[in-house]
């Protein structure tokens, strides 16, 4: 007699095939729920600073574009607002504070749940193992930006430029222009840098050659003297923040803080392809070139049509806040990623050949990107790059998975340093009343901690301390296996 056995479940059956994927999207998704209804910022009833205009713009934005009130720079970041807006239009929901809160939390974990399936979609394509996956996983999800930023100051679009991020890797993987070139139309209204993408596929996906050359690989670290220089020079109140309440340029430190950045740009030119200019002109893929140039075109014009002539914030402005922020205490910067995002600078410090490898691989598009990416990173207000955040991670797994020397201990350690260092269960209370100068003081630092620019000198040097041990666990851990090399002295001595 033969036993018929019930069909097993087809979600239990997902769940046994993709068990990782399961318990790491669990986790995150029970810390989004656990922040969905905790707190919002104490300031301007929920909304913050720059959220008060991404409020009313999801209240007012055919209002604002009819009368032109949007200038040029807020104008390209006017996607998620116009959604918010389209959904409080169809289902008549009330448009007051409370509700736009909620819609943009709305939108946040929508967002957010969306990335983590492209996520594993990247994985899959890159075949990672179970290592690689949670480590990627850890280094993209289990931060501040993602666990606790978007529940506690909602009103932004960062939940969304990391999202648009994450796909913009997706497709570059799958090869996909026509999906790529519409993530990065959409992305242009969320973060204006989205622009820069378009360099993956401007140049042919062809393996370049770096640039060995002292001499030309001290091109980068020049070019920053001399820019440095020319600030330092031309403006007389350089050591005054551009951002109200930063913390100011610490004068007697300025000498160790622009050699870390020198280093640091010497350090980057690993991934600066040949210079030769006939090369470069020869890789470019002339249809692509037509249709970037075409959609930032498109971009202009809508500018010069809907948005407002008048800027309030200039580009020239935004490179001397950038060059203020290197500067403001030694590798600051550095400091201030690592506190945003958790220990990935540590990743890129470990596997930095396979990482360059990888990079130059994919031409010369790859590596003009990066170092574009490494030259707005000078800048310590990490949110500004949460938009190039993924396809730095996604990197950084093909290079590790080419160095091949995780270990489980490592995985272990790294994402619990990742989920520690975010500090998601944390309670942020900036105090009733704000000035200025109140920022850079406590309660404000609960904040304020994780914002570069406005971290405090005895903040910087926790956050720095932090970073240095861990650092040296963790090359402990990569270079030498010490915790395996350590269990087998102890087995030998019990023997």
């Known amino acids: 007699m033969q036993l018929h056995h019930p069909p097993k479940s087809n979600l239990l059956n997902f769940c046994k095939k993709y068990w990782l994927n399961v318990s790491l999207s669990l986790i995150t998704v029970l810390v989004f729920v656990m922040n969905f209804n905790k707190e919002v910022i104490n300031v301007n009833g929920g909304l913050g600073w720059d959220g008060r205009f991404y409020a009313n713009a999801a209240e007012n934005i055919d209002k604002l574009i009819a009368e032109k009130k949007i200038d040029a720079y807020r104008f390209q970041r006017t996607l998620v607002p116009l959604i918010i807006y389209t959904a409080f239009g169809i289902s008549k929901v009330e448009t007051n504070t409370a509700n736009i809160i909620t819609a943009y939390k709305i939108?946040?974990?929508?967002?957010?749940?969306?990335?983590?399936?492209?996520?594993?979609?990247i994985c899959k394509k890159l075949q990672l193992n179970w290592k690689l996956v949670t480590i990627g996983f850890a280094s993209l999800f289990w931060c501040f930006p993602i666990l606790k930023f978007p529940f506690?100051?909602?009103?932004?679009?960062?939940?969304?430029?990391?999202?648009?991020?994450?796909m913009i890797a997706y497709y570059y993987l799958m090869d996909n222009k026509i999906a790529f070139t519409i993530c990065i139309l959409?992305?242009?209204?969320?973060?204006?840098?989205?622009?820069?993408?378009?360099?993956?596929?401007?140049?042919?996906?062809?393996?370049?050659?770096?640039?060995?050359?002292?001499?030309?690989?001290?091109?980068?670290?020049?070019?920053?003297l001399l820019y440095f220089l020319f600030s330092f020079i031309s403006l007389p109140d350089f050591f005054t923040p551009i951002s109200s309440g930063c913390n100011p340029i610490s004068k007697?430190?300025?000498?160790?803080?622009?050699?870390?950045?020198?280093?640091?740009?010497y350090f980057i030119s690993g991934i600066l392809p040949n210079l030769s200019i006939k090369e470069w002109f020869k890789k470019i893929g002339t249809r692509y070139l037509c249709v970037a140039l075409g959609v930032a075109m498109l971009l202009q014009v809508l500018k010069y049509i809907l948005a407002s002539r008048k800027e309030t914030f200039q580009a020239s402005d935004y490179l001397v806040n950038v060059l203020q922020q290197s500067v403001t205490n030694p590798g600051a910067f550095l400091v201030a990623h690592t506190a945003y995002f958790g220990f990935f600078i540590i990743l890129i410090a470990i596997a930095y050949r396979e990482i360059t490898q990888a990079i130059l691989a994919r031409g010369y598009g790859a590596a003009l990107l990066f170092i574009g990416i490494a030259v707005l990173g000078i800048g310590s207000e990490s949110r500004q790059l949460i938009n190039f955040y993924p396809l730095v991670i996604v990197f950084i797994l093909i290079a590790l998975k080419e160095a091949n020397r995780i270990s489980t201990p490592f995985v272990l350690l790294y994402s619990s340093a990742n989920l520690l260092i975010a500090r998601f269960w944390q309670s942020i209370d900036l105090g009733s009343s704000l000035s200025e100068k109140d920022l850079i003081q406590y309660p404000a630092q609960n904040y304020f901690k994780f914002q570069g620019p406005w971290m405090s000198n005895a903040t910087y040097m926790f956050n720095l301390v932090v970073l240095l041990v861990t650092a040296m666990i963790f090359f402990l851990l990569y270079k030498y296996n010490f915790f395996q090399n350590l269990l087998k002295v102890n087995r030998h001595k019990s023997q």
């Open 107 to 121: 939108f946040n974990f929508i967002a957010l749940s969306m990335s983590m399936v492209y996520f594993f979609l």
């Open 152 to 166: 506690f100051y909602p009103t932004l679009t960062d939940a969304a430029a990391f999202s648009i991020g994450l």
């Open 186 to 224: 959409l992305g242009s209204f969320v973060f204006p840098t989205f622009l820069l993408f378009f360099l993956l596929f401007i140049f042919k996906k062809e393996k370049v050659t770096n640039e060995r050359s002292f001499y030309k690989k001290m091109i980068l670290p020049g070019l920053f």
């Open 252 to 265: 007697n430190l300025l000498v160790p803080s622009l050699l870390i950045v020198v280093l640091y740009f």
